[in-house]
């Protein structure tokens, strides 16, 4: 016997740091279907700052990774102290309120990254919880609306596809006051077969606010110099009034429908104040002091 502490044991009394173990992991929620072995073991060994960052928000950070064979995205920020830890032990975390506006939503038919499985990882004085979702694949609205390049067609096309999303959440109950272009991921840029998708739930609650979800859906594109055009805006209004009104409508009703809308929603953005994100979705860092 040498007196030397085994790894399994220098990890349990912390002397190895943040190295990671299995011992170390609490898996909350597990999605059906998912081996809970592989991806306790998997969850816990995976170093992020190995994978691909996504985004950086002081200490949490978005990565793109591979778990138990799937392509997934992880959301890591600290839990430290224990206002956060009564929160994740109530079910009241952001993570929490994500995977129940994900629910939600697939409740709805709108097309949202799956949820796969929710986590704690670390010590009681250092953890981090682990959100871990199915990654969609493309660009976000917001960079679609940064650097163009679409037609015409495609974008009235995209605009009539996020105002029917829209129409979707509001007809089931529901509302969602964070639906910012760099929450939507772009799964399809096709005229014909148009395709978006929600990444980010966490603002998705029941009750109605139609006008300030739509107004979410301009606000962050003003404050970074990339606002769709009125026509491109409209589109999508009226795509989400369709949804939610009669189809039947007298045309001159549907019209003043939508013009009593988009007054609502540009009072919305005046009173929103500074739109400029604190973090830039477009380039991951700080903008605003």
């Not at 007196?3 to 943040?18: F, K, V």
């Not at 299995?22 to 898996?27: A, C, G, V």
């Amino acid at each position: 016997m040498t007196g030397e502490r085994s790894p399994r044991e220098a990890r349990l009394a912390g002397t190895l740091g943040d190295v990671p173990s299995p011992l170390d992991l609490t898996i909350h929620r597990l999605a059906p279907g998912l081996d809970p072995a592989a991806w306790e073991r998997e969850l816990a060994a995976i170093d992020l700052e190995k994978c691909d960052i996504l985004k950086r928000d002081g200490a949490s950070v978005v990565v793109g990774a591979r778990i138990a064979g799937r392509e997934v995205v992880i959301k890591s920020a600290p839990r430290r102290g224990m206002i956060p830890g009564l929160r994740s032990w109530l079910g009241l975390s952001r993570d929490d309120r994500q995977w129940r506006g994900a629910v939600l939503l697939f409740k709805a038919g709108v097309p949202t990254a799956r949820p796969l499985a929710l986590a704690t990882r670390g010590s009681e004085r250092q953890a981090e919880g682990l959100l871990v979702l199915e990654r969609l694949r493309g660009p976000t609205l917001l960079e679609v609306l940064s650097r163009g390049g679409l037609s015409v067609r495609e974008e009235h096309a995209l605009a009539r596809e996020a105002g029917r999303i829209a129409g979707r959440i509001e007809l089931a109950g529901l509302t969602n006051r964070d639906a910012k272009p760099s929450n939507w991921i772009v799964t399809s840029t096709d005229a014909t077969r148009p395709g978006l998708a929600l990444i980010d739930t966490v603002g998705v609650h029941r009750g109605r606010a139609p006008e300030a979800m739509l107004a979410s859906m301009i606000i962050e594109s003003i404050g970074l110099g990339c606002r769709p055009r009125r026509s491109l805006a409209m589109r999508c209004l009226q795509a989400s009034l369709e949804v939610i009104r009669p189809v039947d409508a007298p045309p001159r009703w549907r019209h003043q429908a939508a013009v009593g809308a988009w007054i609502m929603i540009e009072g919305v953005i005046k009173r929103h104040g500074d739109p400029t994100p604190r973090v830039n979705p477009l380039r991951g860092r700080e903008t605003r002091a």
